[in-house]
C-alpha cells in the first residue's frame, strides 16, 4: 500500500480484504460492524458485519478455483469454535473474578468478619438506644403501660421485619457480585435488561466475568414481558434512574444528619450529671466533637479500624448486660410486648398522636440500609451471623430494659437511656457511649464517600477529588470536599436545632426513603433475575411497602417541624446528579454524531495530510467507536502528528470490579503503516484508579505490545491454515505484498471479528495464550520486529496526551428549560469539577488541549 491508498488486491485475496464500511478496520485496513454480535466465525453471514460492495464484485471476477478456495475456506472456518484466546473463555478462567463473593469462607473466618462488622455496619443502628423512646414518647405521653407495652411492641415487631425479616434474608441475597447498595442493584438489573441510561455502554462489556449473570430458573414469559417493558419505553428507563438517584441522594441526605444525631445524643447524657452543663454547654462540646471527627478523616478509617469492632462489641456488651439488668430489676412483665395485640391498643388508645410516634419509632431501624450498601467489605453470610445472634438480640434486651424502667420510673423519659443506667456505671457507659455514637457516624460518612464515588464511576456525579487512604481495602476512600461540606451542614444543624428531639423530627426521613427505593429495586429483581413465583413476588412489597409506607407517612408529618431539612438536602443531590448525568449523555451523543469516517482518514494516507514525529500521541475521549471529531481539529491545528496515535477511552462499566486481565481492549484503527490504534480501558465503579501517569502509560504500553504479537500469531496462523487450504484443492494464489509490510499482514485477525473492542490484555502478569508451534517470533517476524522498533522509538519519545477543552451548548431552537439546565447548571458544574486527566497527575507540559464546542 502506498501513501495515497489501498493497494489493489488480486480477485483470488478478494474475500480476506472487504472493503470499507464506516465501522472498525481489520489490520489490513478492510472494516468490521462494531455492533455486530456474531462471533468470530467467517461464515457466509459475515456481510451483517462488513459492506460486500466492490468487494463482491471483486470476488465475482475472479477464477473459478478462487471462488472455490473462497467458498472452502469459509465454509470450514464456519465449523469451527471459538479461539482458546478468546475473551469470553478468558473471563471465565480468572481467578477471583467475583470477589469474595464467589469465596466460600470458613465457619472461623466468617465469625471473625461477623465480629469486624460490629464496627462497621451496626454502629448507627446500635446506638439508636439513646433516643428512641424519648421521641417516641414525647409525642405519646405515658398514661398506663398500654403506651409503653404498646411502643415497646411496635419497636420490636419494627426491628424484626425490616432489618431481620426484609434485609437479612432477602435483600442482601439480591447483592451485585458481593456488592450492596441502590447503584449495584441498578447495575444488577441493567445487565439483565437494556434500560441504562448510560451513554458508552456496548456488548462486549457483558463478556467481563462479573458482568454475567447466572440465572438460577429458566426464562418465563412473565420476566420477559416486564424486560420488553422496560426496554422499550424511556419513560420506565428515566423512573428507574431517577428511582437510583433518589436513593443515592437520601443516603447523603441521612450522611448529613447521623453524625449531629448521633453525637449530640451522647454528649447530652451530661446534662444532669454535671452541674451547670446546659444545653448551650451540650452544643459547644457536641461542635467540638463533631469538628475533631471530621477532621482526622484523611488519616483514613485503616489506621483507628481494629478499634471499631471491639468498642461496638463492647456497647452491645453493655445494651444487653444493663437491659437484663433493668427487666430483672424493675418489671418482668415486659415480655407481654412480644404480643402484638398492645400495638393494636396502642393506637386504639392514642389514635392520632400513635400515629405521630411512628416518626421516632422509625429511629430504631436507622442504619439497616448500611447492612446492605456497606455489604462489599463483608460477606452476606457475616452480616447475618452478626445480626442474628449479637445485635438482634442485644437491641431487643436493650429496649425491653428501658421499658421496665420506665414502669416504674415513667417521669424519666426525657434522659431515658442515661437514667436506667446504674450509676456506678454511668462514666464508663458514658464514654463507651460517646465512641459508640462517633463510629456510628463513621459509618455514615463513609457510605456517603462511597456513594459518592459510585456515583462519579456511574457518570452521574461531578468529577471531583478523591484520595484512597488505603492500600490493601479498596473501600477505604476520603473526599476532602464531601468531608468538609458535611462538617459544616453538622455544626450548622446541632447549633440551630440545639436539642435531639428537634433532630429527630429531622431524622428517618431519608432513611425510610432509601427503604422503599430498595424495596422497588428488589422487587424487579425478583422478578427479572430470580424468577420467583409471581405470589411470593407481590407478597414482598405489599408486606414492606406498605410497613415502610406508613412510616414514611409518620416522617412526612413532622416536615414542618425539621422533617424538610433531609428532603431540601436529597434534593440538591438529586438535582446535581441528575443534570450531570443529563448533560453527560446528551455530549457523548453530540459527539457520536460528530464522529469522523475512516473513509477520509484513509484518503489522508499514512501521513494523514500532515508530518509525523516520533511520539505517542493519547487523545482522550468518550467514544467506545469511531474516531472522535477532536482527531479532526488537531490535525487542522497541530503542524505535526505523533507517529504513534492510540484513542484512549476511560470507561467505567456497572460491576463492582473488572479483573485486570479483562481491564484493556485494544482494536487496530486503519492500516499497518498508520500506526493508529483504539483502547478502552475499562474499570468496575469500585475499582481503585491511584496510578500516576508513568504506570498508566507502562500499563498501556505493555498491553498494546502483547496486542501486536498476539496479532502477528493470528496472522502467522492463518496463512498457514489458509496455505493448507490451498493445497487441498490444488490452487495457488500469490497474495500481493505491498511495500509497508509482508504478506501475512494482509490477512483479517480472527479475532477482530468479535463484536466492540476485543483482546483484551492483563497488564501486569498476564501472557499470551498458547499457541502452534508455527506462530513467528519477533526475529521471524520482519514486519512485527519492525513495528516494535518503531513503537520503541515513539515511547522514547514521550507521550502527549491530546485533549479536548469543551464548551457544551444548547442549541438555538432548543426549550428555556434546556437552556437552562445546559447552559448554566451544568456548565457550572463543568467549569467546577476534575478534569480527566488529574486523576494521573499528568504533567501540564505533557498536555495540550483543543477547543471544542459541542452543540447539544
Not at 414469559?221 to 420506565?236: H, I, Q, S
Not at 505490545?705 to 500469531?713: D, G, N, T, Y
Request: charged content about 20%; some cysteine.
Amino acid at each position: 500500500m502506498d501513501d495515497g491508498g489501498i493497494q489493489e488486491e488480486s480477485p483470488s485475496a478478494r474475500f480476506l480484504t472487504p472493503t470499507r464500511s464506516g465501522g472498525s478496520r481489520w489490520v489490513d485496513g478492510s472494516e468490521v460492524d462494531s455492533s455486530e454480535s456474531a462471533g468470530w466465525s467467517l461464515g457466509d453471514d459475515r456481510s451483517a458485519g462488513t459492506t460486500s460492495g466492490d468487494g463482491g464484485a471483486a470476488a465475482s471476477s475472479g477464477a473459478p478455483a478462487s471462488r472455490v478456495s473462497s467458498g472452502t475456506f469459509r465454509r470450514r472456518l464456519g465449523k469451527k469454535p471459538r479461539r482458546v484466546d478468546s475473551l469470553d473463555v478468558e473471563a471465565m478462567n480468572v481467578r477471583g473474578a467475583h470477589g469474595h463473593s464467589s469465596k466460600e469462607l470458613s465457619m472461623l473466618s466468617t465469625i471473625a468478619m461477623a465480629f469486624q462488622t460490629l464496627g462497621v455496619v451496626y454502629g448507627d443502628m446500635g446506638t439508636s438506644p439513646l433516643y428512641v423512646f424519648s421521641d417516641v414518647f414525647s409525642k405519646v405521653p405515658i398514661k398506663s403501660e398500654v403506651e409503653i407495652l404498646g411502643a415497646l411492641s411496635l419497636v420490636m415487631y419494627t426491628i424484626a421485619l425490616v432489618p431481620f425479616a426484609k434485609y437479612v434474608f432477602i435483600v442482601l441475597k439480591a447483592n451485585d457480585n458481593g456488592e450492596g447498595g441502590t447503584f449495584a442493584l441498578y447495575s444488577l438489573i441493567c445487565r439483565y435488561a437494556k434500560v441504562s441510561l448510560l451513554p458508552n455502554q456496548q456488548r462486549v462489556d457483558e463478556d467481563i466475568s462479573s458482568f454475567r449473570l447466572k440465572l438460577p430458573t429458566p426464562e418465563l414469559e412473565r420476566a420477559m414481558f416486564v424486560k420488553d417493558c422496560l426496554e422499550k419505553k424511556p419513560l420506565f428507563k428515566n423512573i428507574l434512574l431517577f428511582l437510583v438517584l433518589m436513593g443515592t441522594s437520601m443516603v447523603i441526605g441521612d450522611g448529613i444528619l447521623t453524625p449531629s444525631m448521633s453525637v449530640m445524643s451522647a454528649v447530652s447524657g451530661l446534662q444532669g450529671q454535671v452541674p451547670g452543663f446546659d444545653t448551650d454547654a451540650v452544643v459547644i462540646v457536641s461542635i467540638i466533637v463533631l469538628v475533631l471527627l471530621f477532621s482526622v478523616q484523611r488519616f483514613g478509617t485503616g489506621k483507628v479500624g481494629f478499634m471499631f469492632a471491639p468498642i461496638l462489641g463492647l456497647w452491645f456488651i453493655n445494651l444487653g448486660s444493663i437491659g437484663i439488668y433493668n427487666i430483672v430489676k424493675y418489671d418482668m412483665s415486659v415480655v407481654r410486648a412480644f404480643n402484638p395485640m398492645y400495638i393494636y391498643l396502642f393506637f386504639k388508645t392514642n389514635g392520632l398522636k400513635a400515629w405521630s410516634s411512628l416518626g421516632g419509632c422509625v429511629l430504631c431501624i436507622t442504619g439497616a440500609e448500611a447492612m446492605f450498601a456497606d455489604l462489599g467489605h463483608f460477606s452476606v453470610k457475616s452480616i447475618q451471623v452478626a445480626f442474628t445472634a449479637v445485635v438482634f438480640p442485644c437491641l431487643l434486651i436493650a429496649y425491653m430494659g428501658q421499658a421496665a424502667f420506665l414502669m416504674k420510673n415513667p417521669l424519666a423519659v426525657e434522659r431515658i437511656f442515661y437514667d436506667s443506667v446504674p450509676g456506678v456505671l454511668f462514666w464508663p457507659v458514658f464514654v463507651i457511649a460517646t465512641l459508640a455514637a462517633m463510629i456510628a457516624s463513621q459509618a455514615m460518612i463513609s457510605a456517603t464517600f462511597s456513594c459518592i464515588k459510585q456515583a462519579m464511576a456511574l457518570g452521574c456525579f461531578p468529577r471531583i477529588k478523591i484520595i484512597h487512604t488505603s492500600k490493601k481495602i479498596m473501600g477505604q476512600i476520603y473526599i476532602p470536599v464531601m468531608n468538609w461540606f458535611l462538617m459544616v451542614m453538622c455544626i450548622i444543624i446541632v447549633a440551630a436545632f440545639r436539642s435531639t428531639n428537634d433532630i429527630a423530627n429531622a431524622y428517618g426521613i431519608a432513611e425510610v426513603g432509601v427503604m422503599m427505593v430498595s424495596t422497588v429495586l428488589v422487587t424487579l429483581v425478583m422478578l427479572l433475575i430470580w424468577q420467583t413465583n409471581l405470589v411470593l413476588v407481590l407478597c414482598f412489597p405489599v408486606l414492606f411497602g406498605a410497613v415502610e409506607f406508613v412510616y414514611l407517612t409518620a416522617v412526612l408529618s413532622k416536615i414542618q417541624e425539621g422533617g424538610w431539612l433531609p428532603l431540601a438536602f436529597s434534593s440538591l443531590f438529586l438535582c446535581i446528579m441528575y443534570t450531570w448525568n443529563y448533560g453527560s449523555v446528551l455530549k457523548y451523543q453530540s459527539e457520536m454524531r460528530g464522529k469522523i469516517s475512516l473513509d477520509f482518514i484513509l484518503d489522508l494516507g499514512a501521513t494523514l495530510g500532515t508530518v509525523r514525529v516520533p511520539g505517542i500521541g493519547l487523545v482522550y475521549n468518550e467514544l467506545v467507536q469511531g474516531i472522535p471529531s477532536i482527531f479532526g481539529q488537531l490535525l487542522v491545528t497541530l503542524p505535526a502528528m505523533h507517529s504513534t496515535i492510540v484513542f484512549v477511552c476511560i470507561k467505567y462499566v456497572p460491576v463492582p470490579y473488572v479483573p485486570l486481565e479483562e481491564r484493556f481492549l485494544f482494536r487496530r484503527v486503519g492500516q499497518k503503516d498508520y500506526h493508529m490504534f483504539r483502547c478502552v480501558a475499562r474499570y468496575g465503579y469500585k475499582d481503585v484508579r491511584k496510578e500516576d501517569h508513568g504506570f498508566f502509560e507502562q500499563l498501556l504500553v505493555e498491553s498494546l505490545e502483547k496486542f501486536l504479537r498476539r496479532e502477528a500469531q493470528e496472522l502467522a496462523l492463518e496463512a498457514n491454515t489458509m496455505e493448507a487450504e490451498r493445497d487441498d484443492i490444488s490452487v495457488v494464489s500469490e497474495v500481493p505484498q505491498s511495500p509497508a509490510c509482508e504478506g501475512d499482514l494482509q490477512t483479517p485477525l480472527l479475532s477482530d471479528q468479535r463484536s466492540g473492542d476485543d483482546n483484551g490484555m492483563d497488564t501486569r502478569d498476564g501472557s499470551a495464550p498458547v499457541l502452534p508451534s508455527s506462530s513467528l517470533s519477533a526475529e521471524e517476524d520482519p514486519a512485527l520486529e519492525y513495528e516494535l522498533e518503531a513503537l520503541r522509538e515513539a515511547i522514547a519519545s514521550g507521550f502527549t496526551y491530546l485533549l479536548a477543552h469543551g464548551d457544551v451548548r444548547a442549541r438555538k431552537e432548543s426549550f428555556f428549560t434546556k437552556k437552562f439546565i445546559i447552559n448554566y447548571f451544568y456548565a457550572f458544574l463543568r467549569r467546577n469539577c476534575r478534569a480527566g486527566t488529574a486523576t494521573l497527575k499528568v504533567p501540564h507540559s505533557n498536555i495540550m488541549r483543543v477547543g471544542m464546542t459541542y452543540m447539544v
